[in-house]
């Protein structure tokens, strides 16, 4: 059962992309600059080399830090949550309606 599971989520490597973006987005402070998409690491450069951005990061909800960022410099980092978050809210309640 799990081996079918993990090939369906492996197919089109559709899971190891959202794995990354869920990385990204979770843990923007150890998240292996080499790894990101070459629009995203000079974003996340400046990121992690703010004491400042760190400390609010782990002082807030993970919403509210996105907020906080300046929209412009970090425009590709809040670009790629927002569209995790829209993926996941549209996932749940999809979840929610075909099972219910």
């Known amino acids: 059962m799990f081996s079918d599971l993990h090939i ?10 959202i ?20 629009c995203i690491q000079l974003e996340l450069i400046n990121l992690q080399s703010s004491s400042i951005l760190k400390n609010k990061f782990y002082e807030q909800t993970i919403i509210e ?21 829209c993926i996941l809210w549209i996932d749940t309640h999809l979840q929610n309606y075909i099972f219910l």
């Open 8 to 17: 369906e989520f492996t197919r089109n490597g559709d899971f190891h992309i």
């Open 19 to 38: 794995s990354k973006v869920l990385q990204l987005v979770s843990l923007p402070f150890t998240f292996n600059i080499n790894d990101a998409r070459p």
């Open 65 to 85: 830090f996105l907020a906080f960022l300046n929209q412009l410099m970090y425009k590709n980092i809040v670009d790629n949550a927002e569209i995790f978050f």
